[in-house]
């Protein structure tokens, strides 16, 4: 089983709608959870950082975090072309001298069609 | 604000030579990371330093590479002797003074492709 899994895809929505990314993580101890968007040939960006069970909105980007199913995901609203990237997630236990690791999904390709 | 930068963007060499690869973080940020993504695979985590300190090495793959980070500004990441399967692309992130307990967001810089024939 993989440390950080996300959902094969490629995933491809028209524009305007809701995109649905998700992740989950086998580590129980993991404390942090980051979503980043990465176009071809760029550095991964960080878009949305959640720490507690919930919901965290940033304009146009909901991320979503369940601890006890270990689960997170990126809700992205009303999209457009530009969204179109490379998702990827990412996680970090506390704790421990691998505080500062990132382990990384392989992340999630989403096409938003015209 | 500059944000992470790297240096060089793209190097090839060929196997058995050595190549050094430079990050500058952003300005102010104690934490510096290696990562490494090879091709058709996740990014994988090599190392963090805390200014000039190792605080966690358990990615670096084998004692051909080697990080430093004088005086806690800019690292350097030197592979010697490399070999094929070191290709791929080397990413430095940077991230704020922070905690086992309070990690902080890391930012990424625009990597450094590199290509060992």
Partial sequence: QKEVEQNSGPLSVPEGAIASLNCTYSDRGSQSFFWYRQYSGKSPELIMSIYSNGDKEDGRFTAQLNKASQYVSLLIRDSQPSDSATYLCAVNLAGGTSYGKLTFGQGTILTVHP | ?117
């Fill in chain 2, 1 to 117: 604000e500059a944000g992470v930068t790297q240096f060089p963007s793209h190097s090839v060499i060929e196997k058995g030579q050595t190549v050094t690869l430079r990050c500058d973080p952003i300005s102010g940020h104690d934490n510096l990371y290696w990562y490494r993504r090879v091709m058709g695979k996740e990014i994988k985590f090599l190392l963090h330093f805390v200014k000039e300190s190792k605080q966690d090495e358990s990615g670096m793959p084998n004692n051909r590479f080697l990080a430093e980070r004088t005086g806690g500004t800019y690292s350097t990441l030197k592979v010697q002797p490399a070999e094929l399967e070191d290709s791929g692309v080397y990413f430095c992130a940077s991230s704020q003074p922070g905690g086992w307990d309070s990690p902080y967001e890391q930012y990424f810089g625009p990597g450094t492709r590199l290509t060992v024939t």
